[in-house]
C-alpha cells in the first residue's frame, strides 16, 4: 500500500467532493431543469441547401401564437447570416435551426443560451425565449476566412 | 569523452528548432494585440508577404502550439531519459532520424503557410482547404515525434533487461508515459488526415466530413494538452523540489498522478465538441465527467508540488506558515519562472473548470475566454515552465554559463506581468461575448459594446509586455550561447522525501495500458461508429482567405 500524508488525504477528500458535486450540477441542470446542449437533428447536403428545403428559403415562420421558428443559412465569402434581420414579438419562444452552405461556422446569440457549432451536412438547433424586448445580435463564432469578423445578425424583440 | 555527448547534441538540435519556432512565432502576438486595439499593422506587412491577420494567427498558432512544444518536449524527454536511466541512447541514429523527419515535416509544412495557402489556422477545420503536402508536412512532424518516442522506449527496454526487476527512476518512468499518450491520443489525427484530408485535398475524394474530421481532431487536441504539460509536470515534481533545495513530498502519488493522465488524457475531446450538432447530449456528459475526473491528478499534483517547494523553503531557513516562500531561491531564474508559471497556470485550471462544465460552458465556447484560458495554461504553465528549464539546459548542453540571470529573473517577471493584463483582457471580453479567433477591433466595429474597449486595451498592451519579456528571453540566450564564461550544469534531479517503495501496481504497465484503451474504446467506440455510419462525403474544399 502507499504511504499517504494525512493532510493529503484531507485534500484528496475534498478534492473528489467537489469534482463529484460540480459534475452532478452541470447533469442536473441539463438533464432535469434544460439547460442543454444541442442535439443532433438532422442532416442536409451543403451543396443543395441553398437551393431546396426549408434552408432554402431561410426565415422567421410562426408556428403558433408566440411560437416561431427561424432558418438561418450561414455562408462565406461574402461572409453572411442569411436572413440577418430577424424581428419577433416580446414573450416569444423560438427554435432556431441553423447550417452552413460552405465551411464551418459558428452562431452564438447574446444574451441566451444559444451558442453553437455550425456545420456543413448538420442542422444545429436551439430554443429560447424573449421575455426582453430589445436588439440582440448574433454573431459568427467560428473562423470561416477573412471576413469571419463581419459576418453577424440582429434580432429584435418587440 | 564527455558523458551523454550524443544525447546532449540530440537534445541541443531539438531545442535550438523551438526556440526558433517560439520567438518567430511570437512575433505575431503584438500584431495581433495591437489589432485587438484597434491598430491594424497587417495592411501594411503585405509588401513583406504577410497578408491577413489570420495568416499570422496561424503561425502564430501553428508554431507556438505545435512546433515549439513538440520540438522542446522530444529533446527534453530524450536528455532526461538517458540520463535517469544513465545510460546511453539504444539507437542514438533512430533519434536522429526522428528530428530529421520533424524537420522535414516543418519545412513543408513552413512554406504554405509564408505562402498564404494554409490560413487555416491550427484547428485546420474542414471544409477549409490547404495544399496537400502542408497537412502531410505535419503528419511528418508527428510521425518524427512517435520515432523519438520510439528511441526512448527501446532504450528503457535495454536497461530494463539490465536492470531485472529494478524501478525504473521517476524521470524516465513519466518521460516513458508521456511519450507513450503521446502515441495513443495522435491516432485520432494520424487517421483524420491519412484517411479523410490527404485523399481529399489531393482530389482523389470530392468531399468531406466536417463532424467526423472534427471529432477525430478531438480525438488528439486535449490529450494533446497533456503532451504538452506532462514534460512541465516531469519537471515540477522530478527537479523543481531540487533547485528549491528540497525533496519530492510523494513519489508514490507523482507516480500515480501520471498513470491517471495516461488514463484519462484521452477519452475527453467531447468537452472541445459540447456545443457540436451532430454528437448526442449523453456522450458529452460522459465525457465532461471524464474530465472532471483528470483534473484529479492535477489536484494531485498542486499539493505534492506545493508541499515540495514547502520543504524546500523550510530546509532554507524558512518558517511560519507561509513565510517559508520568502525563503525559496527567488534568485534563480530557472526557479522563479516556473514558479510564476505555475501560479498561472492555477488559474488556467481553475478556468478549465468552467470550459469542462457541460451547459456552462455554453456562456464561454467559442468565445476570446479560449484563449485567453490557452494561454495561462499552454501559453505560461507550459511555456514559462519550458523557459525556466532553459535557462539550465542551455548552461548544461553548451557548457556556457548563463548571461544575465537578472535579466532572466526580469523576463519571468515580465511575462507573469503581461500575461494576467493579457488573458484577463480575453477572458473579460468572452463574457460580453466576444468570439474567438476573430478580428476584433473590426468585429467591434460591426457588433459587440462600448464596455469591449477596455478588455481589447489590455489585450494590446499585455500582449506588448509578453514581447518585451521573449526579448529580454532572446537577449539571455544569445548572449548565454556566446558567453566566454564556462560553467558545468548539472541536471536537477530530485530526490524523494522518503525512501518509498514502489508497489507493483504503480510500477506495471499492463492494468494501465489496458484500462486506458478499454476506457477509450467506451467513451469513442459508440461515437465513431455512428458517425461513420452516417458518414457525408459532401463538402468539397474552401479557400476562404485571400
Known sequence: MIQVHQYEKWWIGLSIAVLAVISITVGVAGFMLGV??????????????????????????????????????????????????????????????????????????????????????????????????????????????????????????? | MNAFAVEKKIAGWHVLVAILALVVGTLFGPLQGLEHMGINLYPALQSVGLQSYYQGLTLHGVLNALVWTTFFITGFLT??????????????????????????????????????????LYTMYPPLQAPWYYYLGLTLVVVGSWMSGWSMLTTWWAWRKDNKGATTPFLAFASLITMVLWQICTLGIASEILVLILPWSLGLVGGIDAQLSRTLFWFTGHPLVYFWLLPAYISWYGMMP?????????????????????????????????????????????HAVLTFAVFFPSLLTAFNVIASLENGGRARGGKGLLMWIRNLPWNEPSFTAQTLAMIIFAFGGIGGMVNASYDVNLV????????????????????????????????????????????????????????????????????????????????????????WLFPRLQVGIGGMILFVSVLLFVVVMLKTVLNKQTETVEMPVAEPLHQETIPAWLNNWQPWLVGTVVLILVAYGPILIQLISQIQFFSPGFVVWK
Open chain 1, 36 to 158: 442543454q446542449v444541442p442535439v443532433p437533428e438532422a442532416l442536409v447536403n451543403p451543396n443543395t441547401v441553398a437551393q431546396s428545403g426549408n434552408f432554402s428559403n431561410p426565415g422567421v415562420r410562426q408556428l403558433a401564437p408566440k411560437k416561431y421558428e427561424v432558418y438561418v443559412r450561414a455562408e462565406a465569402n461574402p461572409w453572411k447570416f442569411r436572413p440577418d434581420k430577424i424581428e419577433i414579438p416580446v414573450g416569444s419562444t423560438v427554435t432556431f435551426y441553423v447550417t452552413s452552405a460552405d465551411v464551418q461556422h459558428g452562431f452564438k446569440l447574446e444574451g441566451t443560451n444559444i451558442n453553437v457549432q455550425v456545420l456543413p451536412g448538420q442542422v444545429s438547433k436551439m430554443t429560447a425565449t424573449f421575455n426582453q424586448p430589445g436588439t440582440y445580435d448574433f454573431v459568427c463564432t467560428e473562423y470561416c476566412g477573412v471576413g469571419h469578423q463581419n459576418m453577424f445578425g440582429t434580432l429584435t424583440v418587440k
Open chain 2, 79 to 120: 536528455l532526461i531519459v538517458a540520463k535517469s536511466l544513465n545510460r546511453g541512447l539504444a539507437f542514438p541514429k533512430l533519434s536522429w532520424a526522428a528530428f530529421s523527419v520533424m524537420v522535414v515535416g516543418l519545412l513543408m509544412a513552413a512554406v504554405p503557410l509564408l505562402l498564404n495557402l494554409a490560413s487555416v
Open chain 2, 242 to 286: 531540487k533547485q528549491a533545495g528540497g525533496k519530492l513530498f510523494s513519489e508514490q502519488l507523482a507516480r500515480l498522478a501520471f498513470w491517471l493522465f495516461l488514463l484519462l488524457s484521452t477519452p475527453i475531446g467531447l468537452h472541445h465538441q459540447f456545443v457540436d450538432p451532430g454528437l448526442s447530449a449523453g456522450w458529452k456528459y460522459v
Open chain 2, 364 to 451: 464561454v465556447h467559442n468565445t476570446a475566454w479560449i484563449p485567453g484560458h490557452f494561454h495561462l495554461t499552454v501559453g505560461s504553465g507550459v511555456t514559462l515552465t519550458f523557459i525556466g528549464v532553459l535557462y539550465w539546459l542551455v548552461p548544461h548542453l553548451t557548457g556556457k554559463k548563463l548571461w544575465g540571470a537578472k535579466a532572466a529573473i526580469a523576463q519571468a517577471w515580465v511575462w507573469f506581468v503581461g500575461m494576467i493584463i493579457f488573458s484577463n483582457g480575453l477572458h473579460r471580453l468572452g463574457l460580453l461575448d466576444a468570439p474567438r479567433r476573430t478580428m476584433l477591433g473590426v468585429a467591434n466595429d460591426n457588433y459587440g459594446a462600448a464596455d
